[in-house]
């Protein structure tokens, strides 16, 4: 069945088409600066027809959709000839609060519970809800699932995701712990799981997303147990431009030196922290970090090895949750392109008896068992596919 998976943000909106019977990619795009000017970038991906990118006016996400259809329909080249190919389309929702634990079948009821903890994810959720309602305006006939990024780490235990402040915050307003990259999660550690010939029901794995967001989790017998992020994306590890972990008594202080409020300081928290805060404002991205740091730049060490060990903690703490570990992948953009984080993590576990496998690790985006064979737990890269595992799950609630 031919699903389209739709990424709706406040300004873009990332779409792939994708055939679940054998996984493969049809076509993909992201339409771009919604309600401001606009752009769509196409790739029949089939056809191998490259990138072909349109400056148009785009002035909201049923226009935006709109374009993505005609785009797909196009008699050069289009992938489909009529949306009657189109079996379903698979929204990706950020925050699904406590209210969703899998994925759906939109309904007007679904529609309402997701503006329901929309309070919880006020720049996200809105907009994921857009693209539902831009998508059902122009295929009404067409089902549409809701596949949730906190959905998967719905099976934490209270003792990990409730925060240590007065009960009533968690009664009245719902404040706890989520996670969020749970489809990723859930993707890695059942494929994982499977490429070993085992069922993730049998293993301890812990999964780093380690992205420009990144994230860990536990996943003890294929359910998760802990996860790095919390209310929201900014708990946790070091990020690209994140702070992840520290002190909330910051908050204040920053504020208080800066002159600035709350506001302004989760602001500086989310967008210029993170190794790029940490490197002094050079980059969040890892190429570049690695590049100052082989010229011998030391706030770009500083900044990467900070992030290592963050990610070696939270390896550690989740090793104690679960009572050992059996397995342990890297994914996302650093976790499955970047050996030489990778082996900066990989110092730490030799406590756990690993030892890199430094040949192996010299992969880029490829599934790789990157410990050595003596190792007692093995350690793989295992490429992420949000995008695939959306389409699956859609398939899974629709056919
Ligand atoms: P997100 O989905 O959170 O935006 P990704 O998972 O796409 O992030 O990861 C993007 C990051 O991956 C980039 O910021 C960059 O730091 C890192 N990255 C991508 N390719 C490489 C590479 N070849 N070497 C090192 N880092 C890379």
Request: hydrophobic residues 40%; contains cysteine.
């Amino acid at each position: 069945m031919n699903i389209l998976v739709i990424n709706c943000g406040s300004s873009s909106l990332k779409f792939q088409v994708i055939d679940t019977d054998n996984g493969n990619v049809l076509a993909k795009g992201l339409c771009e600066r919604i309600g401001i000017d606009g752009a769509i970038t196409y790739e029949n991906v089939r056809d191998k027809g490259g990138k072909v990118k349109q400056e148009t006016q785009i002035e909201d996400h049923k226009k935006a959709i709109s374009l993505v259809l005609d785009a797909l329909t196009d008699p050069r080249g289009g992938v489909i000839r009529s949306l009657k190919e189109i079996g379903a389309v698979g929204h990706r929702i950020v925050h699904g609060g406590e209210k969703f634990t899998k994925s759906v079948v939109i309904t007007d009821e679904v529609i309402a519970a997701i503006r329901e903890v929309s309070d919880l994810a006020p720049l996200h959720n809105p907009a994921n809800l857009t693209g539902i309602q831009a998508c059902q305006a122009l295929m009404p006939d067409t089902p549409m699932v809701a596949v949730f990024d906190t959905a998967f780490h719905q099976t934490m235990p209270p003792k990990a995701y409730m925060y240590a402040i007065p009960l009533h915050y968690y009664e009245d307003y719902k404040i706890r712990r989520y996670g969020f990259h749970g489809t990723s999660h859930a993707f890695v550690s059942r494929e994982v799981a499977k490429y070993i010939g085992k069922d993730a029901s049998e293993l301890k794995t812990i999964v780093c997303h380690l992205g420009n967001g990144a994230s860990v989790s536990a996943v003890q017998y294929g359910k998760c147990v802990d996860t790095s992020m919390g209310l929201t994306p900014l708990e946790g590890l070091i990020m690209g431009t994140r702070s992840g972990d520290l002190d909330p008594a910051v908050v204040d202080y920053i504020a208080s030196k800066e002159n600035t409020d709350a506001a302004g300081v989760l602001q500086i928290l989310n967008k210029k922290s993170g190794v790029e805060g940490l490197s002094g404002g050079l980059s969040s991205d890892f190429r570049d970090l690695w590049k100052a740091r082989n010229n011998g730049d030391k706030k770009a060490e500083l900044a990467l090895d900070a992030w290592a060990y963050r990610v070696a903690k939270y390896i550690g703490a989740y090793t104690a949750a679960m009572n050992g570990v059996d397995v342990i992948a890297f994914t996302a953009g650093v976790g499955e392109n970047d050996s030489a984080s990778r082996a900066l993590v990989m110092q730490y576990l030799g406590y756990l008896g690993i030892t890199l496998d430094e040949e192996a690790n010299n992969v880029r985006g490829d599934i790789a068992e990157i410990s050595t064979k003596d190792s007692k737990v093995r350690v793989f890269v295992f490429p992420t596919n949000e995008e695939l595992a959306i389409a699956q799950e859609t398939y899974e609630l629709v056919k």
